[in-house]
């Protein structure tokens, strides 16, 4: 099982515990939390300061780093709240919180990949209006069989 097959199986679960959560995006209206892989996608030139922010509110499942034996995965979260309170950390909190508690209680990707710690960090700059958050996880990945051993058998 490659890394990659784990992403892919991760963005799927988010999906399903995202959907039905709605959050005011950049343009005023709610949103549904879209969910990317590795990078929000590129857009076209664009005269707007921030051609991206179509992109919030977002989860990118972000492969980091893994050897042989595991993969660590952050879910960064993403938001936008340009609300005059200051707010907006509670978007992305709870979003945090809805992703750990679930992989915390169902660990267990494609049967395969097991997730075996759980973590999360705030982004403490200011980027109003923009708020960021992550989950960073470590999956163990399924053992190769070696070929020499496999022979043997």
């Not at 709610?30 to 509110?57: D, G, M, W």
């Not at 938001?79 to 267990?108: C, F, W």
């Amino acid at each position: 099982m490659t890394p990659i097959r784990l992403q892919n199986a991760l963005k799927t679960k988010m999906e399903k515990i995202l959907s039905g959560k709605r959050l005011m995006s950049q343009e005023g209206i709610e949103k549904s939390i879209q969910v990317f892989e590795q990078h929000l996608p590129r857009k076209a030139k664009s005269q707007s300061r921030n051609p991206e922010s179509t992109f919030y509110p977002c989860v990118i499942v972000y492969l980091d780093e893994g050897n042989n034996e595991r993969v660590k995965v952050l879910f960064v979260v993403a938001t936008h709240d340009d609300t005059g309170d200051n707010q907006g950390y509670k978007d992305v909190m709870n979003i945090v919180e809805a992703v750990s508690q679930e992989l915390t209680r169902n660990p267990l990707v494609n049967e395969k990949f097991e997730m075996t710690k759980c973590d999360w960090f705030y982004n403490e700059q200011d980027n109003y209006p923009y708020f960021f958050a992550w989950v960073e996880t470590y999956w163990e990945k399924p053992r190769a069989l070696r070929d020499d051993v496999e022979a043997m058998i």
